[in-house]
T-cell receptor, first 113, second 115 residues
Framework: NAGVTQTPKFQVLKTGQSMTLQCAQD?????MYWYRQDPGMGLRLIYY???????DKGEVPNGYNVSRLNKREFSLRLESAAPSQTSVYFC????????????FGPGTRLTVL | AQSVSQHNHHVILSEAASLELGCNYS??????LFWYVQYPGQHLQLLLK??????LVKGIKGFEAEFIKSKFSFNLRKPSVQWSDTAEYFC?????????????FGKGTRLSVIA
C-alpha cells in the first residue's frame, strides 16, 4: 500500500496562476482532508470531505476549491495564486469518522512569487 | 470555537532528559484528544489518542499523555528522550458530541534532542 500520495512534491507559481494539487489514498478511507502548514501556525484545515460526495470548509478555505473526485481522490485547486498561499500543503485521510486516526501524505511545498 | 494552545514553541533537551510538552484546549464539553508527531523529512503520524477511560494514555516509542479534565490539559511526557525523538509535536482536539467534527491542531512544539 502506498498510503496517501500527493503530487507534485514541489511547485513554484507566479501570482495569479492557477494549479491543482492532487491527492490519492489506497486505504479505502471515507474521509479526506487538506491542511496547510506554516511556520509558527501549525496545521490549519482548508477543506475536508467526510465522505464521498460531500465537502466542507475548514478554518482557512478562502482562495481554495476542492473536488472529491471519487472515494480515492481529493484535489485542491488554487484559482488565482497569491503569495499568502506559499505554504506546505498536506493531504490526509481517515477510515470513517473524523476522529479516526489520520494518515498523512508527504506534502507539497508551494511557493507563490 | 475550539482552540488548542501549545505554549512551548521550541524545546531543547539533552539525551536522557525527561520531557513534558504542554497542551491546553478551550472547549468545555467532552473532547477527543490526540498527539501527532512529524519526524524530519517524514509524514505526520499518530503518537497517541484519548477518547475515554483511563486518563493516562500510552502511545508509541515510550510516550504517554495525561488528560486532566479540570485543567483542560493533555500534556505529553517521556521519561528519557533519545536523539531520534527530535521532531515537531502537534496536539489536536475535537468535540466528542458535536457530530462528526474535524480536528483542531495546535501550532506545534519543535523538540531538539542533543547528545
Amino acid at each position: 500500500n502506498a498510503g496517501v500520495t500527493q503530487t507534485p512534491k514541489f511547485q513554484v507559481l507566479k501570482t495569479g496562476q492557477s494549479m491543482t494539487l492532487q491527492c490519492a489514498q489506497d486505504m479505502n478511507h471515507n474521509s479526506m482532508y487538506w491542511y496547510r502548514q506554516d511556520p509558527g501556525m501549525g496545521l490549519r484545515l482548508i477543506y475536508y470531505s467526510a465522505s464521498e460526495g460531500t465537502t466542507d470548509k475548514g478554518e482557512v478555505p478562502n482562495g481554495y476549491n476542492v473536488s472529491r473526485l471519487n472515494k480515492r481522490e481529493f484535489s485542491l485547486r488554487l484559482e488565482s495564486a497569491a503569495p499568502s498561499q506559499t505554504s506546505v500543503y498536506f493531504c490526509a485521510s481517515s477510515r470513517d469518522r473524523l476522529t479516526d486516526t489520520q494518515y498523512f501524505g508527504p506534502g507539497t511545498r508551494l511557493t507563490v512569487l | 470555537a475550539q482552540s488548542v494552545s501549545q505554549h512551548n514553541h521550541h524545546v531543547i533537551l539533552s539525551e536522557a532528559a525527561s520531557l513534558e510538552l504542554g497542551c491546553n484546549y478551550s472547549y468545555g464539553g467532552t473532547v477527543n484528544l490526540f498527539w501527532y508527531v512529524q519526524y524530519p523529512g517524514q509524514h505526520l503520524q499518530l503518537l497517541l489518542k484519548y477518547f475515554s477511560g483511563d486518563p493516562l494514555v500510552k502511545g508509541i516509542k515510550g510516550f504517554e499523555a495525561e488528560f486532566i479534565k479540570s485543567k483542560f490539559s493533555f500534556n505529553l511526557r517521556k521519561p528519557s528522550v533519545q536523539w531520534s525523538d527530535t521532531a515537531e509535536y502537534f496536539c489536536a482536539v475535537n468535540s466528542a458530541f458535536s457530530g462528526n467534527t474535524p480536528l483542531v491542531f495546535g501550532k506545534g512544539t519543535r523538540l531538539s534532542v542533543i547528545a
